[in-house]
């Protein structure tokens, strides 16, 4: 086995291309059109408050606790706004370093213990500068944070080191997983991922509840009127068997309470699944980027077939039960063990380019995602179209010129984000060894692919013949983005 | 035995892979509050890295049901009226018998000819009823963190094992499992 000098690592397969930095760009130069939808939901909150107080001016007692609606108005903003703040912190590594650090108890290892001398080998081979902070008391695996921008830390603990003592070799497939992260500069969108976590664990619950209080306020409000409205009528009816006029007939108000009750319900039902679609819109992307970092991650390990056996032995390994709650979030920074499974198998055929596609793919899930919110939101659906102010009857017709209407604006909007994209899967075989450079301080290792055998011959790795034969798929996806751009630029004229 | 010795030696009994966290992880136990509560910190997506679920250590809930059935335990070492059945357990323990029959193994074991004797081993009831209580509060917490049964047995039979093997020891080693919550 070759010794490889301390400034020279070990090459990774190309892999794919880093989405989430892209979509971090992208989202930056839309930031004026995310602000100026900002300021739509402010001038929309704003004519409903004027329209309240023109009915309170006519009527005092009719309108109450109005200010529960509010929050919904910015709803569909919320996201944007977390994220901002969530990019944030990927200028600010030094500050989630410490947060971190404090949070886990992180300290630097014992250089006595065998386990950690292994350890810190392993990643130096791989990750000259990744330096090692642990806690063994706590029970985990191991992730890497950033400590500054271009650098890292890697965060071991307990469950880590037992893997480490039990197999060996899925353990190192893991750290090369972790390694991946730091390499490809995902390790500083650990901050946004947090903020973005939190943001669905807490502030779902926070609108879920608003839209709840808001529908029980309506409906105790129309029982309310109900109540006076009966009284009044009883009243009528004395009078009138005073002066021996016929008795109006008395309606059934526990019929038509329940009715409007039931109504309210069903508004708030559909307003809330209305709302949890565009939930979803909202979070395909980041998903997406995330999953696309994940994938990559697991692929670092393909040219090492030992590791890439351990790491598929990993992923199939019974895990503890834990609530769907806690799998859901899982979920969220994780995509499911099949899936990963899957792509790993075949991170040597065409399903490679799938892999490649994930970012332009998810951009039209997301596509079809607003259209079924469009569907159930504008089309007729109970509350929801009430909600938004629609009241024109669906036809099947109208619907489908729509859907149409809508793709082509969706996909002609901007047809050079796909021209960028095919560009970006084209160029990334070329650019990874400059990317990686920039990411882990400028060091060596990070190497043209034709050079792979010749720097490290003897070390188990086919770097660079899979890497040249890998070609194809880059390629193949790029065509297919390019065809897209194509089909844009057409379908705008 | 000192504690982290006691910890080392259950580690390698029941999870030889946790014999170089041991001396942390009995401190951090015996250290009581935020301490202890870490040993049993909900794994997150982030800290979990890699694999959803909790990754609890083997060594933290041993160390744990310990410290619940440590009162049951001390009254049995420390009882004189015990002493005869202790040392008979002792040696049936000592000579592995109970080991190839972990499931059931403590009915087995009560239920067992003397045979040196001969005879039936009669078990005094209130020995039984203490016996039989630390088995349960054991199984209890242990089950909590959702062992197989195979696995709580194998647990049961070697930390009885270690314990009764050390008595005199033991008693200070559980009192300060429980010293500090």
């Known amino acids: 086995m070759k010794t490889i000098a301390d400034d020279v690592c070990q090459p990774l397969p190309v892999g794919v291309p880093p ?28 004519r409903y408050i004027k329209g309240i107080e023109q009915v309170r001016a006519i009527n005092p007692d009719s309108v109450a606790f109005e200010f529960l609606n509010y929050p919904t108005f910015f709803i569909g903003n919320l996201f944007g706004l977390f994220l901002i703040f969530g990019l944030f912190t990927i200028l600010l590594p030094h500050l989630r370093s410490f947060y971190i650090e404090r949070y886990y108890d992180l300290v630097s290892p014992p250089e006595t213990k065998q386990s950690i001398v292994e350890i810190r080998d392993f990643v130096r081979t791989h990750a000259p500068g990744l330096e090692i902070k642990s806690n063994f008391t706590r029970p985990g695996f191991v992730f890497v944070y950033p400590s500054g921008y271009s650098k890292a830390m890697i965060a071991v603990f307990s469950g880590f080191r037992r893997l480490w003592r039990k197999d060996r070799e899925a353990a190192e497939a893991v750290l090369l997983h972790e390694i991946a992260h730091y390499r490809r500069g995902d390790a500083l969108f650990l901050g946004p991922g947090s903020i973005l976590e939190a943001t669905i664990k807490y502030f779902t619950l926070f609108i879920l509840i608003l839209y709840i209080l808001s529908a029980v306020v309506q409906a105790a409000r129309l029982v309310e009127t109900f109540q006076e409205m009966n009284s009044f009528r009883q009243q009528i009816n004395e009078i009138g068997k005073q002066v021996g006029t016929e008795e109006s007939p008395s309606p059934n108000y526990l019929l038509e309470v329940s009715i409007y009750v039931i109504t309210i319900f069903w508004g708030l039902f559909t307003t809330i699944i209305a709302w949890l679609i565009r939930t979803v819109a909202s979070l395909v992307m980041p998903i997406a980027c995330i999953w696309a970092a994940e994938f990559n991650a697991d692929f670092s390990v393909s040219n090492y077939p030992k590791h890439k056996a351990a790491l598929l032995r990993e992923l199939m390994r019974p895990k503890t039960k834990v609530s769907l709650y806690r799998r859901f979030f899982f979920k969220l920074a994780h995509p499911p063990g099949n899936l990963r499974r899957f792509f790993l198998k075949h991170s040597d055929s065409y399903i490679f380019s799938l892999l490649l596609l994930i970012f332009p793919l998810a951009v039209l899930i997301r596509i079809v995602v607003l259209h079924v919110w469009v569907f159930f939101v504008y089309n007729g659906i109970g509350g929801a179209s009430v909600l938004a102010g629609q009241t024109t009857e669906f036809t099947w017709q109208s619907y489908l010129s729509s859907l149409i ?38 060091r060596r290792g990070f190497l043209p692919i034709a050079s792979e055998e010749s720097i490290a011959p003897n070390i188990d790795v086919k770097g660079s013949s899979q890497s040249k034969s890998r070609f194809k798929y880059y390629a193949l996806a790029a065509s297919l983005t390019g065809l897209v751009f194509i089909i844009a630029l057409v379908w705008r004229d | 035995m000192t504690v982290e010795e006691w910890a080392v030696t259950i580690a390698e009994e029941i999870a030889p892979e946790e014999v170089e966290d041991a001396p942390e992880q009995i401190a951090a136990f015996i250290a009581g509050g935020k301490q202890r509560r870490e040993l049993f910190a909900r794994t997150n997506a982030q800290v979990g890295g890699f694999i959803s679920g909790d990754m609890i250590g083997i060594l933290p809930i041993v160390l744990n049901a310990l410290a619940i059935a440590a009162p049951a335990f001390i009254a049995i070492i420390s009882s004189e009226t015990t002493g005869k059945f202790l040392e008979a357990i002792k040696n049936a323990l000592a ?28 078990v005094p009831p209130d020995v039984y009823a203490r016996l039989n209580d630390i088995t349960a509060k054991l199984n209890k917490e242990l089950r909590a963190f959702k062992l197989e049964q195979s696995e709580c047995d194998k647990i049961n039979v070697t930390v009885m094992n270690l314990l009764f093997k050390h008595d005199r020891e033991a008693t200070e080693f559980l009192n300060k499992l429980t010293e500090k919550k």
């Open chain 1, 19 to 46: 989405w989430m930095w892209y979509w971090c760009v992208m989202f930056t130069l839309n930031l004026p059109v995310t602000f100026a939808a900002w300021f739509d939901s402010y001038e929309s909150l704003q």
């Open chain 2, 95 to 122: 000579i592995g018998e109970v080991f190839s029959k972990s499931n059931g193994w403590f009915s087995w074991f009560l239920n067992r000819k003397d045979k040196s004797a001969g005879e039936i081993f009669v």
């Open chain 1, 405 to 442: 209407e809508n793709t082509r604006i969706a996909l002609t909007s901007n047809p050079w984000d796909w021209l960028l994209m095919s560009g970006l899967l084209l160029g990334w075989t070329f650019a990874v060894r400059h990317w990686e450079r920039f990411f882990t301080g400028g």
